[in-house]
Nanobody, 125 residues
Framework: QVQLVESGGGSVQSGGSLRLSCVAS????????MGWFRQAPGKEREGVAA???????IVADTVKGRFTISKDNAKITLYLQMNSLKPEDTAMYSC???????????????????WGQGTQVTVSS
């Protein structure tokens, strides 16, 4: 069983930065692919960024150039560095994991098996 615990959310002003962390218990095949997803009120969950154990990464066009995903394998922790935040980035951010590699649908939430509880990010203008 894989457990994911996120932290680092909060409230910031437009243009500010936050770094989200996701600590995973259980490692190996089940967490070969990990990613960040977000869901704003009234909207569908969308993929933000993901990476796999081969080092491949994918970042959504809406955050490209502003958000960076990384992973510390020794700490089994996934990070999301968010810079130049905008009000439209306001959402509940969740960490997710699954076996396998990124593939063509790396940001499809339906493919992810394990989910954290989420951490709220609020950006004010």
């Amino acid at each position: 069983q894989v457990q994911l615990v996120e932290s680092g959310g909060g409230s910031v002003q437009s243009g500010g930065s936050l770094r989200l962390s996701c600590v995973a218990s259980g490692y190996g095949y089940s967490t070969r692919c990990m990613g960040w997803f977000r869901q704003a009120p009234g909207k569908e969950r969308e993929g933000v960024a993901a990476l796999d154990s081969d080092g491949d990464t994918i970042v959504a066009d809406t955050v490209k150039g502003r958000f960076t995903i990384s992973k510390d394998n020794a700490k089994i922790t996934l990070y999301l560095q968010m810079n130049s935040l905008k009000p439209e980035d306001t959402a509940m951010y969740s960490c997710a994991a699954r076996p396998g590699l990124l593939g063509a649908r790396g940001l499809d939430p339906a493919l992810y098996r394990y989910w954290g509880q989420g951490t709220q990010v609020t950006v004010s203008s």
